[in-house]
């Protein structure tokens, strides 16, 4: 049983400081893609001061893991347009991401071109291109990812990884209300 309404609405820095362990792991459901062992490792440095603090924990606790739980995180992202998005099995966040951006209304050219670019960048990387994209228009996704094609696998997995940060930040500024902190 919760001592925590478990709705993520109105939720606050306070209330993520205050609630059970496991609830604080519900609560960030889905701010890292389908990997709540970050939640879990992070709940440990509360309370949180502030966001910042909130997201740095969870970024640091994504940082300190394996190589191996970090590519598991990278593969737990879906392909840009894929065949999660084509099938309706995207999580909340990555349909509105994904929505905001343009990429679930592509021309039959851009749906053909993402594809391959997703189909290279994989074989190439081992796991899917991953970016931030409500922080740019479809054209800069589309050049960001022709771009990255030609990273070393070391640049790119570290890039990626910093890209899931960035997405965790926008996804917990839109999850916490501006409710003072009270700790």
């Given at each position: 049983m919760t001592d925590?309404?478990?709705?993520?609405?109105?939720?606050?820095?306070?209330?993520?400081?205050?609630?059970?362990?496991?609830?604080?792991?519900?609560?960030?459901?889905?701010?890292?893609?389908?990997?709540?062992?970050?939640?879990?490792?992070?709940?440990?440095?509360?309370?949180?001061?502030?966001l910042d603090a909130?997201?740095?924990?969870?970024?640091?606790?994504?940082?300190?893991?394996?190589?191996d739980e970090q590519?598991?995180?990278?593969?737990?992202?879906?392909?840009?347009?894929?065949?999660?998005?084509?099938?309706?099995?995207?999580?909340?966040?990555?349909?509105?991401?994904?929505?905001?951006?343009?990429?679930?209304?592509?021309?039959?050219?851009?749906?053909?071109?993402?594809?391959?670019?997703?189909?290279?960048?994989?074989?190439?990387?081992?796991?899917?291109?991953?970016?931030?994209?409500?922080?740019?228009?479809?054209?800069?996704?589309?050049?960001?990812?022709?771009?990255?094609?030609?990273?070393?696998?070391?640049?790119?997995?570290?890039?990626?990884?910093?890209?899931?940060?960035?997405?965790?930040?926008?996804?917990?500024?839109?999850?916490?209300?501006?409710?003072?902190?009270?700790?």
């Amino acid at each position: 049983m919760t001592d925590f309404p478990l709705v993520h609405t109105a939720l606050t820095l306070a209330d993520l400081n205050r609630i059970a362990a496991p609830d604080f792991v519900i609560a960030l459901d889905g701010i890292f893609e389908h990997s709540p062992w970050i939640a879990e490792r992070a709940v440990v440095r509360r309370p949180f001061g502030s966001l910042d603090a909130l997201h740095g924990a969870l970024v640091a606790a994504m940082w300190a893991a394996t190589p191996d739980e970090q590519r598991d995180l990278l593969c737990a992202h879906p392909e840009l347009a894929g065949r999660e998005a084509d099938a309706g099995t995207l999580t909340d966040h990555s349909t509105g991401e994904q929505d905001s951006a343009g990429l679930t209304r592509l021309s039959p050219g851009e749906k053909q071109r993402i594809l391959q670019l997703n189909a290279t960048y994989r074989d190439r990387h081992g796991f899917p291109f991953i970016i931030a994209v409500k922080l740019r228009t479809k054209r800069q996704i589309f050049a960001e990812f022709e771009r990255r094609l030609n990273n070393t696998p070391d640049v790119e997995f570290g890039t990626a990884l910093a890209e899931v940060g960035r997405i965790a930040r926008i996804r917990l500024d839109a999850l916490l209300s501006a409710a003072p902190v009270q700790a």
